[in-house]
């Protein structure tokens, strides 16, 4: 009896000692996210800027001498314009202007009335180029950006310098969902949406506290975490009933509510109910760069877990255009390269950009 009472003095010991670390993480937390926000609304007033195009009051955020070379970027779903935060210094003193949009119901832009594509996104970077008189630039993106960017090349070739696609829009995106697989991948996609946590929260900071737990943001200091604030804040919307939400309507555009949308845009696509989900996964890069004429960068990250496994389709296309494609392939890394691995992501750029360099100079 002594025993088990020594040892559940040691249980309760350690709960209520992980509490109070909860506790004063989570008021340290609050008080940071207060503070950061002054800063943000500096920043966003320094960098943000809005235009009119014709789907959309689009928000974008701007960086470095308009007179560089330019380089637009275009983020992934659930992300915005902010996920360059950590790199955007390095990538100024590369000599680069550097664009980064925020595409439909993500970052401040709102998700237009009328249906839209991933190529309406191309035709508003398109608008927005010819506002601020760039007639060519490079554009690259990440996960659905890189799709986004894809798109862009396949509607105006002519604007393209070169690519940098950050695992997404060098492969179809449903290159490995086979026919055998979908009674499993059914049953994955219906257990995902039945075990996904309501989006609704009574404060902003309850919905940051939720992103904070589970979003890998948890453990990760200076620049990484200010970077992780502000795409945050970007991201979290009060609604009309005075509740939190975080990237509200985006769901409903990229057609992921439920397991039946999700499917739909993976299997059916031609009848799937929203086009902006449907179009990016109708997307073929091996169509569109069939004829591919301005140099790529793939970042191609691959681990245990991977999402989306292009290894041997980005090594296919990397084969057809060997002068062309730089195919940077990066073990044990998740989705996301320039958050996990950022100083190896800005020297594989820097590579890339003397590559175009002495391609335009023998042009």
């Known amino acids: 009896m002594k025993l088990f009472s020594f040892f559940l003095s040691i249980v309760l010991t350690l709960t209520l000692n992980a509490q109070n670390t909860a506790l004063q993480d989570s008021i340290y937390q609050n008080n940071l996210y207060a503070t950061s926000k002054i800063e943000f609304e500096n920043y966003e007033k320094q960098h943000g800027k809005y235009i009119e195009t014709n789907n959309v009051k689009m928000h974008y955020l701007t960086w470095g001498n308009p007179s560089n070379t330019p380089l637009v970027w275009v983020h992934g779903t659930y992300s915005n314009g902010y996920e360059l935060l950590e790199i955007i210094d390095s990538l100024v003193k590369k000599d680069l202007y550097v664009i980064a949009i925020d595409y439909y119901g ?7 009335k009328k249906e839209i594509s991933i190529y309406h996104v191309a035709d508003d970077i398109k608008f927005l180029l010819n506002k601020l008189k760039i007639k060519k630039t490079i554009i690259g993106g990440w996960s659905r950006g ?62 940051y506290w939720l992103l904070y737990n589970n979003w890998g943001i948890k453990g990760k200091k200076d620049l990484k975490l200010k970077k992780e604030i502000f795409t945050c804040i970007a991201r979290i919307k009060k609604s009309e009933e005075n509740k939190w939400l975080i990237n509200p309507g985006v769901e409903v555009i990229t057609g992921e509510q439920n397991a039946e949308q999700d499917l739909a845009n993976i299997f059916k696509p031609f009848a799937a109910k929203e086009l902006f989900g449907a179009s990016t996964h109708l997307l073929n890069p091996k169509i569109i760069y069939r ?27 990397t084969q057809t255009y060997p002068l062309l494609i730089t195919h940077k392939i990066y073990q044990n890394t998740w989705h996301g390269v320039k958050d996990e691995r950022p100083v190896e992501f800005l020297k594989d750029v820097d590579v890339f950009l003397k590559k175009l360099k002495e391609f335009y100079k023998k042009k």
């Open 106 to 112: 993500h970052g401040f832009t709102p998700i237009p």
């Open 291 to 317: 004829n591919l004429d301005v140099p790529m960068l793939i970042f191609d990250p691959l681990s245990k877990n991977d999402w989306y496994d292009f290894e041997a389709e980005n090594t296919k296309l």
């Open 146 to 207: 890189g799709s986004i960017s894809t798109a862009f090349y396949d509607a105006y070739p002519s604007s393209v310098l070169g690519l940098i696609l950050e695992d997404g829009g060098s492969v179809a995106w449903d290159v490995n969902n086979h026919k055998q697989q979908i009674d499993t991948y059914s049953k994955e996609t219906e257990e995902y949406y039945k075990n996904r946590k309501e989006n609704t929260y009574t404060t902003e900071f309850d919905a």
